[in-house]
């Protein structure tokens, strides 16, 4: 039986989880359904779990990304020049 509906728990508070019901693609069920298996989940609920902990690992790393260009960027901007260790080529060679 195919799954039309996943549940999957999402942590509200250290002790308390709530339940909610998702609408997936059969492409996306299929995906599910060989994640757990292959073993490495017990079962949907966690294949879920898991991709929302990594899609957040990836939008706060995203975030961080985007600033340090920013950051960079707004350098360049005030200094003109970049700091770079290796040596012009004009630098004489030691």
Known sequence: MLLSWVYYVVSMYRHRQTSMH????????????????????????EVVRDAIRRLHEQDTLSGQLKLALHSYMQNIQQDHTVARDEPELDDPVE
Do not use: D, F, M, W
Request: net charge neutral.
């Open 22 to 45: 998702i609408s997936l693609t059969p492409e996306l069920e299929g995906i599910i359904q060989a994640k757990v298996r292959s073993g490495y989940y017990s079962n949907a609920s």
